[in-house]
């Protein structure tokens, strides 16, 4: 696997290295120990899978506070992804800066997505599949979100959604007080 880093620390864009012949290929698409060598989490407690059946569809800035904070990896199936992350790790010197990648069923891209940071993803194609490796468990009581459009952040997405749940529509502006506590 190739780990590049992207513009904001302890995130990774993790690529596959197919080793093929007239079958097709092989790669390994996660292997704790790689993990290890490059100072990532490599213990999984779920892996979720999200179909999205129309081009435009936003899912998140999703996250959890700690204890259940959680690190993600996420990979598209099929389709294709713009994923975001968002910084929001208290102290951090790049809290508040966000980063987007293309991840689609061709490149087999994945995006490590560490605690600490808000996740999620517009759409590009019809059918757009995503599978996540995350670290803890889904706890409703220690969930919150950063609204796509909040002004505080400005993330840049390729295009306005066109399918968003009212949940992650309506949310609030930013306030620390409330969305890290």
Not at 46 to 65: C, D, F, M, P, V
Not at 117 to 143: I, N
Request: hydrophobic content about 40%; glycine content about 8%; proline content about 7%.
């Amino acid at each position: 696997m190739i780990f590049t880093e992207t513009p904001i620390a302890g995130a990774f864009l993790i690529d596959i290295e197919p080793r093929g012949d007239e079958r097709g290929f092989f790669a390994r698409a996660f292997c704790r120990e790689e993990f290890s060598q490059h100072g990532l989490e490599g213990d999984f407690v779920q892996i979720n899978n999200s179909l999205s059946a129309e081009k435009g569809t936003l899912r998140g800035l999703h996250y959890q506070l700690p204890p259940a904070a959680e690190v993600k990896v996420v990979r598209a199936l099929s389709g294709a992804l713009w994923d975001v992350i968002l910084d929001l790790r208290p102290g951090s010197p790049s809290f508040g800066r966000s980063f987007g990648a293309e991840l689609n069923a061709q490149n087999r891209r994945m995006m490590y997505v560490p605690k600490g940071f808000a996740h999620g993803f517009l759409t590009l194609a019809d059918d757009s599949e995503a599978l996540y490796l995350v670290s803890a468990f889904y706890a409703p009581e220690r969930e919150r979100g950063v609204r796509w459009n909040d002004p505080r952040f400005a993330v840049e997405w390729p295009f306005a959604p066109v399918v968003i749940s009212e949940k992650d529509r309506d949310r609030a502006d930013f306030d620390p007080h409330t969305h890290l506590a």
